[in-house]
């Protein structure tokens, strides 16, 4: 299965880079698509790696959210692992024409750390997702990387408002492991699984994921007012502030929708709208995010 619910994962930062290199100025449409197929690519990859790796492992036999490909035997597990190579090998094609057209060749190593991270997440003879790190990787790669990266190709650089909004993006994606993890909470120790979630107990993780979606809004309306301060081109300060009320009021209340499920004490399957909702959050952030960087910027 690709997962549906976290490809906004994939997607969400990219759209965000592309809204800062629009207010920038360097906005390109061959070079964001390319970057969003890199994207999605990587993301499937990693969401089919994981189904192998966990449904060989045993972990997926217990599990309390959908019946996975390899551990219902549905698909055998050969044929998964080649589907996540064939993605990984997509998204190294795709990353290859992007390189292509930037010229920033030194990215081949990035690509490369990311097809590792990827894999390794729960593959290998020590996964790091086993051992609580999944968050950090998916922070480095899924927010840091992806939202930067997708600026830097099309403009050959990363102001700081950009690294703050793809820390706020960087933690809704964490948020979505979060949930996913907090899902399995109970069956995850059986198997060697010391997720993250595991290792800071139920209230803790669900106070994590709260601070996950939340925090995203302080920072969203940091790199709104420091883009501002240091791109506008106008000096309407009214319209600014309009537009920096809006976001901020469309971010709280979704960033507040999430994380109802979550604080409310839902567990096992209770808790899958939960990771489609902090899928939709992340999408609606990034979107939100890049509209408001082009009008702040504009206005």
């Known amino acids: 299965m ?64 959908p019946p996975r490909l390899t551990a219902s035997g549905q698909v055998r597990p050969a044929v998964v692992k080649y589907a996540a190579f064939g993605c990984f090998a997509l998204a190294g094609l795709l990353g290859l024409a992007l390189l292509a057209l930037s010229g920033q060749w030194w990215l081949v190593g990035v690509g490369i750390a990311a097809v590792a ?35 830097y190709v099309q403009g050959g650089l990363v102001p700081g408002w950009v690294w703050l909004s793809a820390c706020g993006i960087g933690l809704i994606a964490c948020s979505l492991l979060m949930v996913n993890n907090l899902r399995d909470i109970n069956t995850d120790p059986a198997h060697g699984k010391r997720t993250l979630a595991v290792r800071l107990g139920q209230a803790r993780a669900r106070s994590a994921f709260v601070l996950m979606v939340r925090l995203p809004v302080l920072l969203g309306i940091a790199a709104l007012t420091w883009a501002r301060w240091s791109e506008s ?64 910027t504009a206005a």
Not at 273 to 279: H, K, S, Y
């Open 233 to 296: 081109r106008d000096g309407n300060a009214l319209g600014g502030a309009l537009i920096l009320i809006v976001v901020a009021a469309v971010l709280a209340l979704a960033a507040h929708r999430v994380s109802l499920p979550v604080r409310g004490g839902a567990q096992g399957r209770a808790l899958i709208p939960a990771l489609r909702d902090a899928g939709l959050y992340e999408l609606v952030y990034g979107v939100v995010m890049a509209l408001g960087l082009l009008a702040v």
């Open 117 to 151: 991270a990827a894999w390794f997440y729960t593959g290998g003879s020590h996964p790091y997702g086993y051992a609580g790190l999944g968050e950090v990787f998916v922070f480095v790669f899924f927010g840091l990387v992806a939202t930067s990266g997708t600026v």
């Open 2 to 65: 690709v997962r549906l619910r976290t490809l906004p994962a994939a997607l969400a930062p990219v759209i965000l880079g592309a809204g800062a290199a629009g207010a920038l100025g360097t906005f390109s449409l061959p070079r964001t698509l390319l970057a969003g197929g890199v994207a999605l690519a990587l993301q499937i990859g990693s969401n089919l790696a994981n189904d192998y790796s966990d449904g060989v492992r045993g972990t997926d036999d217990d599990r309390t959210g």
